[in-house]
């Protein structure tokens, strides 16, 4: 599948709007170096967060918008829906992994020369904010913690 530049803006664009709405989500997979999404029984896309547990649809991250290489993607992923399993797309291709760690090619993917999607969104699922609570401060870029005390 050969993917636009417009393409390209609308896959990154439709995931920084759904990882501002939870910072827990996880866009990237860094074992397969790949984004990391799932479609559920009506072939909706949400990211990944459960680790592998099925939480109800109104806890699911789905996507605020939907690009064509997404809606695509649904439409092939579609014969195996009843097993399980998460999507990744890399810079080559879009596959599919089903609860038993068998990989199927979904499609090919040409992204425009000049962008590095994966990239983009991976930078940007890094970007977190440092969270204070009841004296404790976490900060999710360097996982490291401190007490308010030490702050001051």
């Keep these: 599948m050969r993917l636009s530049t417009r393409d390209a803006d609308e896959v990154v ?24 999404l799932s479609f559920d029984d009506d072939l909706k896309p949400f990211l ?29 992923v579609y014969p195996f829906r009843g097993t399980g ?3 990744f797309i890399n810079r080559e291709k879009a596959y599919y992994v089903d609860e038993s760690s068998i990989s199927t090619d979904l499609c090919e993917l040409s992204w425009p020369k000049d962008r590095d999607v994966i990239n983009e969104v991976r930078r940007f699922s890094k970007r977190r904010t440092i969270i204070t609570l009841r004296g ?17």
């Design 85 to 87: 399993g998460r999507v």
């Design 48 to 76: 990944n967060y459960t680790k592998g547990y099925h939480h109800p649809k109104a806890k699911r991250p789905y996507l605020k918008t939907v690009p064509r290489v997404i809606r695509h993607l649904g439409e092939l």
């Design 13 to 36: 664009q439709c995931w920084k709007e759904t990882m501002n709405t939870n910072p827990f989500i996880t866009a990237y997979n860094t074992h397969r170096q790949a984004l990391v």
């Design 136 to 152: 404790v401060r976490w900060d999710s870029r360097t996982g490291g913690t401190d007490t308010v005390s030490d702050l001051n």
